[in-house]
T-cell receptor, first 117, second 114 residues
Framework: NAGVTQTPKFQVLKTGQSMTLQCAQD?????MYWYRQDPGMGLRLIYY???????DKGEVPNGYNVSRLNKREFSLRLESAAPSQTSVYFC????????????????FGPGTRLTVT | AQSVTQLGSHVSVSEGALVLLRCNYS??????LFWYVQYPNQGLQLLLK??????LVKGINGFEAEFKKSETSFHLTKPSAHMSDAAEYFC????????????FGTGTRLQVTL
């Protein structure tokens, strides 16, 4: 049981390049999330997927797109990378079903450290 | 709308001393509250969570937190700090909805000295 896995671990891009961050979970969770972490700002939600087949914007969606490929996988795409997107990106998942969906904790991957020059 | 404020971006304690990390929340609905810990170059790990079953919540590694509605607080404590507690700690809140979207505080880095 690997939990939440993310690839790659590190990536350096030039401004304007594109890339996709991959995330997979093997816990049969319904909901998946993408966050970015910047110094002094905590984690901020980029996009989330409450269930397979749905995606919604979070707090900072501009410059990103997502795909919920199936129940296990949720990818984050940067179409034209900018230096402001230099950050550590975390994927997370949670059970989140039913009336008490908001009470379920999230399980986090190890992160992808992205630098855009 | 919901938000979290963590007072003190850095806290330093001596080994064996009390750890107190402060968290205040704002939420328009009864909140669910979480504390996560992040060790260097790792993801976040759940320490404990409040889901209205009990106001005093015990977590892993000897940590606990008390939900105080009147003070809108959810402070994290540990009676005796250990060197291995050095990490960054995040308080988070989620509200009603079909997914447990979390709003995080800005984090508190705990330093433990000999």
């Amino acid at each position: 049981n690997a939990g939440v896995t993310q690839t790659p671990k590190f990536q350096v891009l030039k401004t304007g390049q594109s890339m996709t961050l991959q995330c997979a979970q093997d816990m049969n969770h319904n909901s998946m999330y993408w966050y970015r972490q910047d110094p002094g700002m905590g984690l901020r939600l980029i996009y989330y997927s409450a269930s397979e087949g749905t995606t919604d914007k979070g707090e900072v969606p501009n410059g990103y797109n997502v795909s919920r490929l199936n129940k296990r996988e949720f990818s984050l795409r940067l179409e034209s990378a900018a230096p402001s997107q230099t950050s550590v990106y975390f994927c997370a998942s949670s059970v989140s079903s039913g009336r008490l969906s908001s009470s379920y904790e999230q399980y986090f991957g190890p992160g992808t450290r992205l630098t855009v020059t | 709308a919901q938000s979290v404020t963590q007072l003190g971006s850095h806290v330093s304690v001596s080994e064996g001393a009390l750890v107190l990390l402060r968290c205040n929340y704002s939420s328009s609905v009864p909140p669910y509250l979480f504390w996560y810990v992040q060790y260097p170059n790792q993801g976040l790990q759940l320490l404990l969570k409040y889901t209205s079953a009990a106001t005093l919540v015990k977590g892993i590694n000897g940590f606990e937190a008390e939900f105080k509605k009147s003070e809108t607080s959810f402070h994290l404590t540990k009676p005796s700090a250990h060197m291995s507690d050095a990490a960054e700690y995040f308080c988070a809140v989620s509200g009603a909805g079909t997914a447990s979207k979390l709003t995080f505080g800005t984090g508190t880095r705990l330093q433990v000295t000999l």
